[in-house]
């Protein structure tokens, strides 16, 4: 299967940067698409920002121009540099994967999540 770590988030004042990564490991083929949700309270799940293996893009309109994804391919990484954060952007983001897997020598296609890292703005 496929495990997520995720690292990074805390606490900042609005204005602020923070840095959030994940590394994947485990039966792990390709990872076609990583990135990032987050979920704030009372809220539903939101993409943030997602990045295929092509290296395409998606940013939640909220956050454009302000957070930046990026990806190690080779390392089954993703990051997420977050900057001009705002209160609104307090949430648990969660890592997400849509991996495909080696399963009985075959390969198999699941979506996977990690299990959210806490990030607060406020002053």
């Known amino acids: 299967q496929v495990q997520l770590v995720e690292s990074g988030g805390g606490m900042v004042q609005p204005g602020g940067s923070l840095n959030v990564s994940c590394a994947a490991t485990?039966?792990?083929?390709?990872?076609?698409?990583m990135g990032w949700y987050r979920q704030a309270p009372g809220k539903q799940r939101e993409l943030v920002a997602t990045m295929s293996r092509s290296a395409r893009t998606n940013y939640e309109e909220s956050v454009r121009g302000r957070f930046a994804i990026s990806r190690d391919i080779p390392k089954n990484v993703v990051h997420l540099q977050m900057n001009s954060l705002k209160p609104e952007d307090s949430a648990v983001y969660f890592c997400?994967?849509?991996?495909?897997?080696?399963?009985?020598?075959?390969?198999?296609?699941?979506?996977?999540w990690g299990q959210g890292t806490q990030v607060i703005v406020s002053s």
């Open positions: 997400y994967v849509d991996a495909w897997l080696i399963v009985n020598r075959d390969v198999e296609r699941s979506e996977h």
């Open positions: 485990g039966n792990i083929y390709t990872l076609e698409t």
